[in-house]
C-alpha cells in the first residue's frame, strides 16, 4: 500500500545536533498504527535524495516536516516544493512554529495541503485516519488544524485544550535509533561529555509580546510529572551514559512543585543540567529551593521576560 509517512526534521543546525524531540512526538502519535519513518536533515549529507528515493518506491504517501522559524526554512521550503512537484499526488503536512504562525503564506504556497497548528498528538493521527478513509467532512471537526476547503477558503479549526502530558504514548527513542544511532545526539557541551535535550512540558503560562509560543499556546501550559522525566531520564543514564541535559521547554520552571521533586529524584546521580525560565519565576523560588536545584545539578537558567 503506498500509505507510508515520511517525518522529516529540517537541517537546524551545522553541528551537535540533539535530538529531533519535534519529531519524536509526531511520531509517537501514529506508532503502531501507521508506518512512517524518520528523516534527520541534520545527519544527512543529502537528504532530499533520501526523502526522493522513498517516494520512488511507491510506497509512500505523505510528506510531514516540522517547521521553525530561520535555518529549517532552507529545506523545508524547497524540498516540500519539489516533492509536490515530483509527486504531485502526495499529501504534505507542516507543523512547527513558522508554519502555525505564518500558516496563511505556508498554506496558500501552493506545496503545503495541510498544517497542525500547534500540539498534534491527537490532530496527526486524526487527519492521516480522515484522509485515509476519504472522510474529508469530518476535516473540520479535528482540532489544531488549518487547510483549504473546496472553496479555496482557509480553515483554521478550533484549538484544543492542552492534553495531560504523562497520558502521552512514549516518544520512539528506540525507533528512532534504527535510523540514527542515539548516541550521534549526545553532544559534548560545557556540563558534560554527553548531554541529553529534552523537552517536558508544553506552552508557557505568560503572554510576552515578542515569543511566537503566545498564538499557539495562548498562555496555557501543562508538564510531565517529576517520575515521568526521571523516568526518562534514568533510561538515558543507563543505557547511553548521559552526564547532563539541556531543558528545551519554554518555561521549564513554572511548576517549582515539580522542579523541586524532580531535584529530589536526580539529586544522586551526578548529572548536571539547565533550563530556561522567567526572571519573575525564579524570583519566586526561595534560597533553599535554589540550594537545592544547585546541589541536584542545575548549572545554569537562561532568562526572560516580556
Same mark, same amino acid.
Given at each position: 500500500m503506498n500509505n507510508k509517512i515520511i517525518i522529516f526534521n529540517p537541517r537546524s543546525a551545522n553541528a551537535k545536533h540533539? @535530538? =529531533?524531540?519535534?519529531?519524536?512526538?509526531?511520531?509517537?502519535?501514529?506508532?503502531?498504527k501507521f508506518e512512517y519513518v524518520f528523516v534527520d536533515g541534520n545527519l544527512e549529507n543529502d537528504p532530499f535524495t533520501k526523502i526522493e528515493n522513498y517516494f520512488k518506491t511507491?510506497?509512500?504517501k505523505y510528506f510531514c516536516?516540522?517547521?521553525? =522559524?530561520? =535555518?529549517q526554512l532552507r529545506q523545508a521550503i524547497p524540498f516540500t516544493k519539489k516533492i509536490k512537484e515530483q509527486f504531485p499526488d502526495c499529501i504534505t503536512v507542516w507543523g512547527g512554529y513558522f508554519a502555525a504562525?505564518?500558516?496563511?503564506?505556508?498554506?496558500?504556497?501552493g506545496y503545503v495541503d495541510y498544517i497542525v497548528n500547534g500540539p498534534g498528538d491527537t490532530t496527526f493521527p486524526q487527519l492521516i485516519e480522515a484522509i485515509e478513509k476519504n472522510n474529508f467532512l469530518d476535516l473540520p471537526k479535528i482540532k489544531n488544524l488549518i487547510f483549504k476547503d473546496s472553496k479555496n477558503d482557509i480553515i483554521k479549526t478550533a484549538k484544543e485544550a492542552l492534553l495531560d502530558q504523562d497520558s502521552l504514548p512514549d516518544l520512539p527513542y528506540e525507533y528512532l535509533n534504527q535510523f540514527y544511532p542515539l548516541k550521534n545526539y549526545l553532544s559534548r557541551t560545557f556540563m558534560g561529555k554527553k548531554t541529553f535535550s529534552y523537552h517536558s512540558?508544553?506552552?508557557? =503560562? %505568560?503572554?510576552?509580546? %515578542?515569543?511566537?509560543?503566545?498564538? @499557539?499556546?495562548n498562555a496555557r501550559w501543562k508538564g510531565k510529572s517529576a517520575q515521568s522525566i526521571y523516568k526518562d531520564v534514568k533510561y538515558f543514564k543507563d543505557n547511553y551514559g548521559i552526564d547532563a541535559i539541556e531543558f528545551h521547554d519554554n518555561n521549564f520552571f513554572t511548576s517549582r512543585k515539580r522542579v523541586m521533586e524532580f531535584c529530589e529524584l536526580i539529586l544522586d546521580d551526578g548529572i548536571q543540567w539547565w533550563g530556561e525560565g522567567r526572571i519573575d519565576t525564579i524570583n519566586k523560588y526561595s534560597d533553599e529551593e535554589l540550594k537545592l536545584m544547585r546541589e541536584a545539578g542545575c548549572k545554569m537558567i537562561f532568562l526572560g521576560a516580556d
Open positions: 540533539r @535530538i =529531533p524531540n519535534s519529531i519524536l512526538q509526531v511520531g509517537a502519535s501514529i506508532h503502531g511507491g510506497e509512500f516536516s516540522t517547521v521553525m =522559524p530561520g =535555518p504562525n505564518q500558516f496563511k503564506v505556508s498554506i496558500n504556497s512540558s508544553m506552552g508557557c =503560562p %505568560f503572554s510576552c509580546s %515578542f515569543c511566537a509560543v503566545v498564538p @499557539i499556546y
